[in-house]
């Protein structure tokens, strides 16, 4: 028997009301994808130039839709700002950043080569910041070396290099002639190439080849200003991270859940995604280790998710189906997700509130799944027919507690499709928007979303076109935020996950005869407490202190208001 939830493609086009949300045209334009970012109002992003392929920065005003080229940074030729053509083929994707309200890029003004600039929008405020190989060449991109930034306490590091020591890590405080080289982890003209910067544990991550570790997982602290080879994961000189070519680093989609940070290690060199698992890490060696050795992972965007301090992400095992697997930081503590009527994983994967929504498909269709890491907290949202269209979710981005995505497929009506989606995990509140193609990532503006894309009625789809979404307005997901209202005050439960200790902030609520007790998974009250002050603002709980790490509901009961919340217990 057909799920409930199946719908054809055709009727969720059309049934919504579209008062409430709509796609609106900001200008035509054919823009480079990957650079959109917005800043000081404004969205910044490389507009191509006469010649294809080549970009330069412009800005867009989205209030009063004035758009304009910022600088011409090289008068010469159009090619200036470094751009998804400029590192094609490269595993990394290249990101410009924007720190202390500027933007940082790399571009060629055909003077100084490749090189750092920064911009707060204006021509005067657009200058080249760092020459860091002076000549025409500039900054070397040899072998897909792709400008990645990350700030971190006040600071904004970023891989690049000079000729005399190869592409290092660098750091700067924005402020002029402040850039210096943090160290030279592959000494001489070697470059260690350091990727996927991320922040765990108040320091510094990343991949790097050491030139004698081979790519090895790498951290820097601030405190000491020293890099630590975190754990010799792979012995010899290809490391763990090499994807076959010795000069690259495979993506490990590092995610930091609870306690940890996670991430994908290659244990034989880049032959094959059998060779790939899921190890965690604590910052020290011990502590870095596998948490799975017989799984295929995904090796996509967007397939992992942190829940409440538990990782979920996407593998599959001898039964050679993917499917959601969740995963405590121990061996024992990796299992699947139990989920019913053969409910399956595609990409993509994200969290919002108290569930990890996903692109699920069970024995019926295929469609907006969800999970909480029990059986009964698993199933369809909403599905598609199976024999009607094919469903997939692509660039998940969450705004005001709701889900914004691309749904692409095929049906036998209109064809191959791609459409813009909008979802708080209810079917009364999904709606997928009708004609416009989406291209790109959703770029949060207030309330809306810019992305760029083309209109699917066009006889002949131009595909250079930038949109304004104004969202329909459906509720947030269940669980969103930490901030909820009792008799319109505000209530706040933090830190959650806890070592031991919350508080619960309820400004202006009447605590008198308050009942607060907390549960484990099955139920079982584990501590119960009354409360009989009415002047609280804010209450101190202490948990027991034999209590075991996981996951507890937290209650309070009085004759005037009620709340749950879930809590992680965490060392």
Not at 331 to 345: E, H, R, Y
Request: aromatic letters at 12%.
């Amino acid at each position: 028997m057909k799920s409930k939830y199946i719908l054809p493609l055709c009727f969720i086009l059309f049934f919504q009301n579209f008062s409430s949300g709509q796609i609106t045209l900001l200008r035509p334009d054919t823009i480079d994808r990957t650079t959109m970012k917005i800043l000081n109002g404004k969205l910044i992003y490389g507009h191509q130039a006469q010649a294809q392929w080549t970009y330069e920065l412009w800005s867009l005003d989205p209030l009063t839709l004035t758009a304009g080229r910022i600088k011409d940074l090289n008068p010469n030729s159009g090619d200036e700002v470094f751009s998804w053509a400029t590192s094609y083929g490269a595993p990394m994707k290249y990101n410009n950043c924007i720190f202390k309200n500027e933007l940082y890029f790399f571009a060629d003004d055909g003077a100084h080569g490749m090189e750092l600039w920064k911009s707060d929008g204006t021509e005067a405020g657009t200058v080249l910041f760092k020459d860091f190989n002076p000549g025409l060449i500039g900054w070397d991109f040899a072998n897909y070396k792709v400008p990645t930034f990350l700030e971190m306490n006040g600071l904004l590091y970023l891989n690049a290099g000079v000729t005399a020591n190869g592409n290092e890590l660098w750091v700067t405080d924005s402020m002029a002639g402040s850039i210096h080289q943090v160290a030279d982890l592959n000494p001489g003209t070697a470059s260690s190439n350091p990727s996927f910067l991320i922040r765990y544990n108040s320091e510094l991550y990343f991949t790097a080849n050491d030139g004698v570790h081979g790519w090895e997982l790498f951290a820097y602290s601030d405190q000491t200003n020293q890099i630590r080879l975190v754990s010799e994961i792979l012995p010899g000189t290809l490391g763990p991270f090499d994807d076959g070519t010795g000069s690259v680093s495979i993506n490990p989609h590092f995610t930091v859940s609870g306690r940890y940070l996670y991430f994908q290690v290659d244990l034989n060199g880049g032959l094959g995604s059998e060779n790939r698992h899921w190890y965690r890490t604590d910052g020290t060696s011990a502590g870095t280790f596998a948490i799975e050795n017989s799984l295929i992972p995904m090796d996509y965007a967007n397939v992992t998710a942190d829940l409440y301090g538990t990782f979920y992400f996407v593998a599959k095992d001898q039964s050679n189906y993917f499917s959601v697997w969740k995963s405590d930081g121990s061996v024992a503590g990796t299992v699947a997700v139990p989920t019913s009527n053969d409910l399956q994983m595609r990409p993509s994967m994200v969290t919002v509130g108290n569930y990890v929504y996903f692109n699920g498909m069970n024995t019926d269709s295929s469609g907006l799944a969800y999970t909480d890491g029990t059986t009964g907290g698993t199933g369809m949202v909403l599905g598609y027919d199976e024999s009607y269209t094919s469903f997939n979710i692509t660039f998940p981005t969450v705004l005001n507690g709701n889900i914004f995505f691309h749904v692409t497929g095929y049906d036998l009506m209109s064809g191959s499709f791609e459409r813009v989606a909008q979802t708080n995990g209810t079917i009364a509140g999904t709606m997928t928007y009708p004609a416009i193609e989406p291209l790109s990532e959703f770029i949060p503006f207030g309330n809306d979303l810019i992305f760029y894309g083309h209109d699917s009625t066009e006889a002949t789809p131009q595909r250079t076109k930038l949109y304004l979404l104004h969202p329909a307005n459906f509720p947030p997901a269940i669980g969103t935020g930490v901030e909820e209202r009792l008799n319109g005050e505000s209530v706040q439960v933090f830190p959650n996950p806890t070592a031991g200790e919350l508080n619960i902030s309820m400004e202006g609520v009447d605590w008198m005869n308050s009942q607060i007790s907390l549960r484990d998974v099955t139920g079982k009250i584990i501590m119960q407490t009354k409360i009989n002050d009415s002047r609280m603002n804010e209450l101190k709980l202490k948990l027991p202190g034999n209590l075991q790490d996981g996951f507890y509901t937290l209650e309070v009961i009085n004759q005037k208001f009620s709340f749950t919340r879930k809590i992680v217990k965490v060392q």
